[in-house]
């Protein structure tokens, strides 16, 4: 299974930059790395994904460090309707592989 | 609206009884994947299929079974159940396998047994 590492909770006040770290040391070089995240209740929704470089959207931007052990997810303003559980995700792709969901970090944002 | 339609939002049934959980994927995805999130485990992958085919078995129990029918939904049932099969049942889906592509998830099926 492929395994990530991400700090358990983070906290961050409205309006700040936001950087969720996370460690995927297993990654294979055909892995991209998914980021997505959980609202209560609701179905995990797609953040950003990435291969080997950086990458923006709308909700976010992706540093993927040069060996790709690692990576950066980053909220450039955080509010309250970011406060989330979000998971790192490296996937293959493969047959037989499949999204494996860690325990992802607890995304707190104060007013 | 993420394209991804579960039915029922949710469901409450007794132990020992037998339910169907239904999931239609994404307008021309191919893959539909199920998980179960339950308060203690987070998100557990149960199972695969692709274009009607098993591709993936997760942690899924004997009692639980899933097929995908030719237009593509698929439905996950779970007979003889337990009060510890109460959880939030998600489905999502994909276009196919390439990594590069990533899962649209359903708002998820919560079930509560009693």
């Known amino acids: 299974d492929a395994k990530t590492t991400q700090p358990n909770s983070m906290e961050s006040n409205e309006e700040e930059p936001v950087h969720l770290p996370c460690n995927h040391s297993t990654i294979s070089g055909t892995d991209y790395i998914h980021w997505y995240r959980q609202l209560p209740s609701q179905g995990p929704e797609y953040v950003i994904h990435g291969l080997t470089s950086n990458v923006n959207n709308r909700m976010a931007s992706l540093a993927i460090a040069e060996d790709r052990k690692s990576s950066t997810l980053i909220l450039h303003r955080a509010t309250l309707r970011d406060a989330a559980v979000y998971y790192c995700i490296h996937w293959g792709g493969n047959y037989g592989q499949n999204f494996v969901f860690g325990p992802g970090t607890r995304l707190s944002v104060l007013p | 609206d993420s394209g991804v339609t579960q039915t029922p939002k949710h469901l409450i049934t007794a132990t020992g009884q037998r339910v169907t959980l239904r999931c239609s994927p994404r307008?021309?995805?191919?893959?539909v994947y199920w998980y179960q999130q339950s308060l203690d485990q987070g998100l557990q992958f149960l199972i695969h299929y692709y274009n009607g085919e098993e591709r993936a078995k997760g942690n899924i129990l004997e009692r639980f079974s899933a097929q995908q029918f030719p237009d593509l939904h698929s439905e996950l049932n779970l007979s003889s159940l337990e009060l510890g099969d109460s959880a939030l049942y998600f489905c999502?889906?994909?276009?196919?396998?390439?990594?590069?592509?990533?899962?649209?998830f359903g708002s998820g099926t919560r079930l509560t047994v009693v």
């Open positions: 307008s021309g995805d191919l893959s």
């Open positions: 999502a889906s994909s276009p196919w396998t390439d990594s590069n592509y990533g899962y649209t």
